[in-house]
Structure formats: C-alpha cells, structure tokens
C-alpha cells in the first residue's frame, strides 16, 4: 500500500495567513493526488485534483503543487470559512489511500 | 446535479452483517466510466476507503476488508450497495458513499451515514 503522511497534523493560524499543508507519499504517485477539505460534522469537500488542477467552483486561493512523492496546498489568504481538516488522497494505485489529515484551527 | 443518499440500519450487533446502500438522484449511475466506492471515518479518525465498482459490474476492495466486504450495483434502481459481515467495534463509523471519475478524487459524496456496532 501506498501511505500518506501529511505535515502537520494541526496548526494554528490566524484571518489572512498563508497556510501550506505537506503530503508526502511513500513511493512515487506522478499527479495522481487530490486535495479535500472537512468540516465537523460534513463530508469531506473536494478541492483538488491531479496535484494542481483546481475542482470547478472551488476559490483560487487555493492551489496545489508537486509531483512524485512530495505535494503541497496552499491556501493564499486565510478566511473564517478555510477552518477545517484537510486530507490528501492518492489515486495511483489500489488501495486508494488518505493521508491522515491537518486539522487548521483558529490561533 | 447529481446526490448521492445513504441508507441503512445506524445500528449492528457485533458478529452480524452491516448493509448499506447509496441511492444515486439527478443522474444514472449506468452510462459512465465513473467508480461508485465507499469510504469511511471513525468517531474522530481519518478516512479509509473501503471497496468500490463500476456500471459494468468491475470491483477493487481494500485489502485489509476484503475478506468481509461485498460491494455490488443495480443499475436499474441508480443504487449500489456494501455489506461487511462479522462486524466488531472497530467497524464503527461513518460511512460515506461517494463518485470517482476516472483518474479524478471523489468529487460527489453523501452526507455520511453513522453506523455503531
């Protein structure tokens, strides 16, 4: 299996930071990553896929980086609405696997 | 706009068999390349993606649940379905269904169904 590990687990961040969440993927996935975003008590949103490519209807501040195994999402300018866990999820190969989340909250 | 619904006992006893099915609205679940699967999170845990399968009937299962997971469709209902059999506490969660199109992430999902062993 192909294992997800994000940096950091949780972070502390304040109304227009910018925020970058790691995903690092223990063998090599090309752009097959994809981004989503959960708040308590929801589904989980998506947001990104093959690593930069933004879903339709989804806000420009945020945006997605990498290849291979190391892969980044950056959220330009922190708004109230931007606290929440955010997974990575690899779809290279079977088992589909999740990293296991950043939690953003309030600093 | 395609939605897609859980549904199923929120309740199983350990040793029996958890049924589940998503019921697909606004759109057919038969004419598309798309993958039709099923995840799920327990309490405050993050998500592992258990099975899923395509219209023609194609199936891939995670292995660590492979041995206890059926996923299946039916085409002319617009549903597909999960059992897991011998549940234990540790299969407590929220399940959700969800749409993968081919080589995307999950961009539909239900709103999730609880289910406690």
């Known amino acids: 299996d192909i294992q997800m590990t994000q940096s950091p687990s949780s972070l502390s961040a304040s109304v227009g930071d910018r925020v970058t969440i790691t995903c690092r993927a223990s063998q090599g996935i090309s752009s097959y990553l994809a981004w989503f975003q959960q708040k308590p008590g929801k589904a989980p949103k998506f947001l990104i896929y093959?690593?930069?490519s933004l879903q339709s209807g989804v806000p420009s501040k945020f945006s997605g980086s990498g290849s291979g195994t190391d892969f980044t999402l950056t959220i330009s300018s922190l708004q109230p609405e931007d606290f929440a866990t955010y997974y990575c999820?690899?779809?290279?190969?079977?088992?589909?696997?999740f990293g296991g989340g950043t939690k953003v909250d309030m600093k | 706009q395609l939605q897609l619904q859980e549904s199923g006992p929120g309740l199983v006893k350990p040793s029996e068999t958890l049924s589940l099915t998503c019921t697909v609205s606004?759109?057919?679940?038969?004419?598309?390349?798309?993958?039709w699967d099923w995840i799920r999170q327990a309490p405050g845990k993050g998500l592992e993606w258990i099975a899923n399968?395509?219209?023609?009937?194609?199936?891939y299962y995670n292995p660590s649940l492979k041995s206890r997971v059926t996923i299946s469709i039916d085409t002319s209902k617009n549903q597909f379905s999960l059992k897991l059999n011998s549940v234990t506490a540790d299969d407590t969660a929220v399940y959700y269904c969800?749409?993968?199109?081919?080589?995307?992430?999950?961009?539909?999902w239900g709103q999730g169904t609880m289910v406690t062993v």
């Open positions: 999820q690899q779809y290279h190969s079977y088992p589909l696997t």
């Open positions: 606004g759109g057919s679940l038969s004419n598309s390349n798309d993958f």
């Open positions: 969800a749409r993968r199109p081919p080589w995307r992430g999950f961009d539909i």
């Open positions: 093959g690593a930069f």
């Open positions: 399968i395509q219209s023609g009937g194609g199936t």
